[in-house]
């Protein structure tokens, strides 16, 4: 069974940092492309950022690229999201994902946790 365990989310004031942690167990990563997404009240979910298994490739969204930054540690078995310059429209639920195969930020992931809130305050 693949479960993946977000944390790290929490209330930030605009321009503030945080950093996501995704926690996988079952499996082992990496043999697994690995990505964030996320979701708004009312919106659609949205692709963040994406890496391959390696860590040698990631792709991001227009939205968080260069403020944003995606990360593994395949021998913790754990992805990161480090995010700067927090923007009040970041404010969502931050859910990790997984897939074999093609990698890339929209793509879909048929694996996904169960998310942690990011609220950023203007």
């Known amino acids: 069974q693949v479960l993946l365990v977000e944390s790290g989310g929490g209330s930030v004031q605009a321009g503030g940092t945080l950093r996501l942690s995704c926690r996988a167990s079952g499996y082992t990563i990496g043999d697994y492309c690995m990505a964030w997404f996320r979701q708004g009240t009312g919106e659609e979910r949205e692709g963040v950022a994406a890496?391959?298994?390696?860590?040698?490739?990631?792709s991001y969204a227009d939205s968080v690229k260069g403020r944003f930054t995606i990360s593994r540690d395949n021998a913790k078995n754990t992805l990161y999201l480090q995010m700067d310059s927090l923007k009040p429209e970041d404010t969502a639920m931050y859910y990790c994902a997984a897939k074999i195969g093609l990698c890339r930020y929209d793509f879909d992931f048929p694996y996904r946790g169960q998310g942690t809130q990011v609220t950023v305050s203007s």
């Open positions: 890496i391959t298994p390696s860590g040698s490739v990631t």
